[in-house]
Nanobody, 125 residues
Framework: QLQLAESGGGLVQPGGSLELSCVASGRNLEWLGVAWFRQAPGKEREGISCISYSDRNTVYSDSVKGRFTISRDNAETTVYLQMNNLKTEDTAVYYC??????????????????WGQGAQVTVSS
């Protein structure tokens, strides 16, 4: 059974950077698409990025495009989310998710089978 665990969250000033990691256990991420979601207090969960297994195709929401970069390691154990030029509105709990999907714009709206427990990211001066 696949389990996911996020790490790397924390407090950062506006304009700063953080890198989140999503580490798989129980099995690796081979054949699975992996996505990042976030949920801010009082707001709905938002899908922000996705990376496919086969060709490393990536998708980003408009809210993070140009600032965030998703990647995955060749060992298929970890997916990363590099977050640059962070803004106060990026404050949220960040979750990774995995499923047997190829990433496209519509994929972030699908139901995902495997989820991590979440990591808090706070952007504040």
């Amino acid at each position: 059974q696949l389990q996911l665990a996020e790490s790397g969250g924390g407090l950062v000033q506006p304009g700063g950077s953080l890198e989140l990691s999503c580490v798989a256990s129980g099995r690796n991420l081979e054949w699975l698409g992996v996505a990042w979601f976030r949920q801010a207090p009082g707001k709905e969960r938002e899908g922000i990025s996705c990376i496919s297994y086969s060709d490393r195709n990536t998708v980003y929401s408009d809210s993070v495009k140009g600032r965030f970069t998703i990647s995955r390691d060749n060992a298929e154990t970890t997916v990363y989310l590099q977050m640059n030029n962070l803004k106060t509105e990026d404050t949220a709990v960040y979750y990774c998710a995995a499923d047997n999907y190829y990433c496209s714009d519509a994929t972030l709206n699908r139901d995902w089978s495997y989820w991590g427990q979440g990591a808090q990211v706070t952007v504040s001066s």
